[in-house]
DNA sequence: CTCTTGACGAGGT
DNA sequence: AACCTCGCCAAGA
Protein backbone atom coordinates (compact mmCIF):
# COMPACT_ATOMS: atom_id res chain seq x y z
CA UNK A 1 0.00 0.00 0.00
CA UNK A 2 0.66 3.43 0.17
CA UNK A 3 3.11 3.44 -3.06
CA UNK A 4 0.65 5.11 -5.62
CA UNK A 5 1.86 8.18 -4.38
CA UNK A 6 2.10 10.37 -0.60
CA UNK A 7 0.62 7.65 1.06
CA UNK A 8 -2.80 7.80 3.05
CA UNK A 9 -0.93 7.88 6.09
CA UNK A 10 1.36 10.04 5.58
CA UNK A 11 -1.33 12.48 4.50
CA UNK A 12 -3.30 11.59 7.64
CA UNK A 13 -0.42 12.43 9.92
CA UNK A 14 0.28 15.84 8.49
CA UNK A 15 -3.55 17.02 8.59
CA UNK A 16 -4.45 16.10 12.38
CA UNK A 17 -0.83 17.82 13.34
CA UNK A 18 -2.23 20.83 11.52
CA UNK A 19 -5.23 20.58 12.81
CA UNK A 20 -4.29 20.34 15.85
CA UNK A 21 -1.92 23.19 15.45
CA UNK A 22 -5.17 25.30 14.20
CA UNK A 23 -6.18 24.94 17.52
CA UNK A 24 -3.87 26.26 19.82
CA UNK A 25 -5.74 30.13 20.79
CA UNK A 26 -4.60 33.01 19.65
CA UNK A 27 -1.98 34.52 21.91
CA UNK A 28 -0.71 31.09 23.22
CA UNK A 29 1.76 28.58 22.35
CA UNK A 30 2.97 25.14 22.49
CA UNK A 31 5.22 22.61 22.09
CA UNK A 32 6.35 20.39 19.03
CA UNK A 33 5.22 17.62 22.01
CA UNK A 34 2.27 18.37 22.86
CA UNK A 35 0.92 18.33 19.39
CA UNK A 36 1.83 14.63 19.04
CA UNK A 37 0.73 13.64 22.24
CA UNK A 38 -2.36 15.28 21.26
CA UNK A 39 -2.70 13.79 17.92
CA UNK A 40 -1.93 10.52 19.37
CA UNK A 41 1.71 9.83 17.97
CA UNK A 42 3.11 10.84 21.71
CA UNK A 43 6.36 9.52 20.92
CA UNK A 44 6.93 11.40 17.91
CA UNK A 45 7.16 14.83 18.27
CA UNK A 46 10.19 14.86 15.54
CA UNK A 47 7.70 14.00 12.84
CA UNK A 48 5.40 17.57 13.93
CA UNK A 49 8.60 19.35 13.23
CA UNK A 50 8.73 17.67 10.16
CA UNK A 51 5.20 18.64 9.09
CA UNK A 52 6.18 22.49 10.00
CA UNK A 53 9.04 22.50 7.95
CA UNK A 54 6.98 21.11 4.53
CA UNK A 55 4.22 23.89 5.24
CA UNK A 56 3.38 24.98 1.93
CA UNK A 57 3.55 28.94 2.23
CA UNK A 58 -0.15 30.93 1.13
CA UNK A 59 1.82 32.40 -1.45
CA UNK A 60 -0.98 32.81 -3.99
CA UNK A 61 0.27 30.82 -6.77
CA UNK A 62 -1.90 30.34 -9.16
CA UNK A 63 -0.82 27.27 -11.01
CA UNK A 64 -0.71 26.23 -7.90
CA UNK A 65 -3.92 24.39 -6.25
CA UNK A 66 -4.65 25.90 -3.16
CA UNK A 67 -3.51 23.76 0.06
CA UNK A 68 -5.69 23.26 2.74
CA UNK A 69 -3.29 23.83 4.80
CA UNK A 70 -0.16 26.82 4.91
CA UNK A 71 1.60 29.15 6.75
CA UNK A 72 -1.53 31.63 6.30
CA UNK A 73 -3.81 29.93 8.38
CA UNK A 74 -2.08 27.30 10.37
CA UNK A 75 -0.62 29.36 13.17
CA UNK A 76 3.06 27.36 12.86
CA UNK A 77 4.61 30.22 15.27
CA UNK A 78 3.26 28.91 18.03
CA UNK A 79 4.68 25.80 18.50
CA UNK A 80 7.78 25.92 20.36
CA UNK A 81 10.50 23.31 21.53
CA UNK A 82 9.46 22.12 24.81
CA UNK A 83 11.71 24.38 27.10
CA UNK A 84 9.75 27.52 25.45
CA UNK A 85 12.36 28.34 22.51
CA UNK A 86 12.10 28.43 19.24
CA UNK A 87 14.54 26.45 17.74
CA UNK A 88 18.23 27.26 16.20
CA UNK A 89 16.86 25.94 12.29
CA UNK A 90 17.00 28.69 9.51
CA UNK A 91 19.18 32.35 11.03
CA UNK A 92 16.06 33.80 9.74
CA UNK A 93 13.50 31.50 10.33
CA UNK A 94 13.57 31.63 14.40
CA UNK A 95 13.59 35.57 14.36
CA UNK A 96 11.14 35.34 11.77
CA UNK A 97 8.68 33.11 14.22
CA UNK A 98 9.38 35.56 17.09
CA UNK A 99 8.15 38.25 15.16
CA UNK A 100 5.11 36.60 14.68
CA UNK A 101 4.62 35.88 17.94
CA UNK A 102 5.12 39.32 19.17
CA UNK A 103 2.57 40.62 16.90
CA UNK A 104 -0.06 38.27 18.40
CA UNK A 105 1.14 39.78 21.92
CA UNK A 106 3.22 37.07 22.91
CA UNK A 107 6.72 38.30 24.64
CA UNK A 108 9.40 36.53 23.30
CA UNK A 109 12.73 36.73 25.27
CA UNK A 110 16.20 36.00 23.95
CA UNK A 111 18.46 34.77 26.03
CA UNK A 112 22.29 35.35 25.93
CA UNK A 113 22.86 32.53 22.94
CA UNK A 114 20.53 34.59 21.20
CA UNK A 115 18.03 31.97 21.06
CA UNK A 116 14.15 33.68 21.07
CA UNK A 117 12.31 32.13 24.21
CA UNK A 118 9.15 32.48 25.74
CA UNK A 119 7.25 31.61 28.81
CA UNK A 120 5.58 28.69 28.78
CA UNK A 121 4.11 29.30 32.21
CA UNK A 122 2.85 32.60 30.49
CA UNK A 123 1.39 31.62 27.49
CA UNK A 124 1.67 27.98 27.35
CA UNK A 125 -1.02 25.95 25.83
CA UNK A 126 -1.55 22.29 26.98
CA UNK A 127 -4.83 20.74 27.21
CA UNK A 128 -5.08 17.28 27.48
CA UNK A 129 -6.83 16.78 24.60
CA UNK A 130 -8.22 18.79 21.41
CA UNK A 131 -11.29 21.00 22.33
CA UNK A 132 -13.12 19.91 19.37
CA UNK A 133 -13.18 16.23 20.36
CA UNK A 134 -13.38 16.48 23.78
CA UNK A 135 -16.64 15.53 24.47
CA UNK A 136 -16.14 15.65 27.87
CA UNK A 137 -13.98 17.79 29.89
CA UNK A 138 -13.57 16.95 33.55
CA UNK A 139 -13.63 20.04 35.54
CA UNK A 140 -11.48 19.44 38.40
CA UNK A 141 -10.49 21.76 41.10
CA UNK A 142 -7.22 23.10 39.75
CA UNK A 143 -7.20 24.07 36.25
CA UNK A 144 -5.99 28.54 36.70
CA UNK A 145 -3.12 28.06 34.67
CA UNK A 146 -5.90 28.92 31.57
CA UNK A 147 -6.96 32.13 33.32
CA UNK A 148 -3.21 32.98 33.91
CA UNK A 149 -2.94 34.11 30.39
CA UNK A 150 -6.00 36.24 29.39
CA UNK A 151 -6.03 39.61 28.61
CA UNK A 152 -3.47 40.80 26.22
C1' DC B 1 17.20 1.39 -4.06
C1' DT B 2 19.87 2.58 0.72
C1' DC B 3 21.56 5.91 4.04
C1' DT B 4 21.43 10.09 6.47
C1' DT B 5 19.05 13.83 8.48
C1' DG B 6 16.07 16.30 11.15
C1' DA B 7 11.14 22.98 13.52
C1' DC B 8 11.80 17.06 19.26
C1' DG B 9 11.79 14.86 23.69
C1' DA B 10 12.36 11.63 27.41
C1' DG B 11 15.51 8.88 29.86
C1' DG B 12 20.00 7.40 31.05
C1' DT B 13 24.98 8.24 32.06
C1' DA C 1 23.94 20.28 34.75
C1' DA C 2 25.99 18.72 30.38
C1' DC C 3 26.09 15.16 27.19
C1' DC C 4 24.72 10.64 24.94
C1' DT C 5 21.19 7.37 23.03
C1' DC C 6 17.08 5.90 21.23
C1' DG C 7 12.42 6.26 19.23
C1' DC C 8 9.85 7.74 15.27
C1' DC C 9 9.15 8.17 10.42
C1' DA C 10 9.07 11.32 6.18
C1' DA C 11 12.25 13.49 2.84
C1' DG C 12 16.55 14.54 0.58
C1' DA C 13 20.83 13.08 -1.20
Known amino acids: ?46 QVGVCLKHLPSPSTDPS ?9 NVPWQRVL ?24 GVEVEQNSMREYTVDLSKYGWFPDMLPSEAGQVESSDDEDEEAAAYHT
Open 1 to 46: MARGERSEEAWAWYSAVYEAIQEIPHGRVTSYGHIARLVGKPECPR
Open 64 to 72: KKSSTWHSG
Open 81 to 104: NARGGISPRGPDGASRQASALRAE
